[in-house]
């Protein structure tokens, strides 16, 4: 069975860079054809859709981020990879790694989330 | 501001049937499908509604989703107390170079 899992830094300072891995376990991330997702949550915020990158291995960003972000792949290590720049305390969130069934914004796995805070 | 507007709160007693609304424009709900999510604190989101109306394996029917034009409706029937929740409409917006969308979620409150 198919089961994501976020790691990677938490406490960063103002200017840093946020780097976080999504590991897919229980198959492989090459198959089904699924675009891997990135989404981010805060309480003032909601729900926030980073981005994905697909099977193909192009990226997609949310255009209020894409000059500070690169989502990316690697397909021996079975992972997928968040790198957002030049943080601010705005960026503090839960981040969460999820499996899009169709691209489509239909994620119907996700994993338990990395909280990550910004703060000087 | 999200693309999507949800109302910020919704609340019903057990056993009544609540809706929640959420609306778009013709570049996200108007031409794509809509899916909803319930985010329970603490825990990651759940995906309740795919393609405007299809519910995963798991998700009781007494949970349905509804689409006309560009606004989307959820709807759950028999609250129950568990209920209580965030609950987060979503859609692909195909403006610009294309995106995700989430509406700004709607806090479910069962009296």
């Known amino acids: 069975q198919l089961q994501l899992q976020e790691s990677g830094s938490g406490l960063l300072k103002p200017s840093e860079t946020l780097s976080l891995t999504c590991t897919v376990s229980g198959g492989s991330i090459t198959s089904g054809g699924f675009s891997w997702t990135w989404i981010r949550h805060s309480p003032g915020r909601g729900l926030e859709w980073i981005g994905y990158i697909s099977q193909s291995g192009t990226a997609d960003y949310n255009p209020s981020l894409k000059s500070r972000v690169t989502i990316s792949v690697d397909r021996s290590k079975n992972q997928f990879s968040l790198k957002l720049q030049s943080l601010t305390a705005a960026d503090t969130a839960m981040y969460f790694c999820?499996?899009?069934?169709?691209?489509?914004?239909?994620?119907?796995?996700w994993g338990p989330g990395k909280m990550v805070i910004v703060s000087a | 501001q999200s693309v999507l507007t949800q109302p910020p709160s919704v609340s019903g007693t057990p056993g009544q049937r609540v809706t929640i609304s959420c609306s778009g424009d013709t570049s996200n709900i108007g031409s794509n499908p809509v899916n909803w999510y319930q985010l329970l604190p603490g825990t990651a989101p759940k995906l309740l509604i795919h393609n405007d109306n299809r519910r995963p394996a798991g998700v009781p029917d007494r949970i349905s989703g509804s689409k006309s034009g560009t606004s989307a409706s959820l709807a759950i029937s028999g609250l129950q107390p568990d209920d209580e929740a965030d609950y987060y409409c979503a859609a692909w917006d195909d403006s610009l170079t294309g995106q995700g969308v989430f509406g700004g979620g709607t806090k479910l409150t069962v009296l």
């Open positions: 999820a499996k899009d069934q169709n691209g489509l914004i239909r994620l119907d796995l």
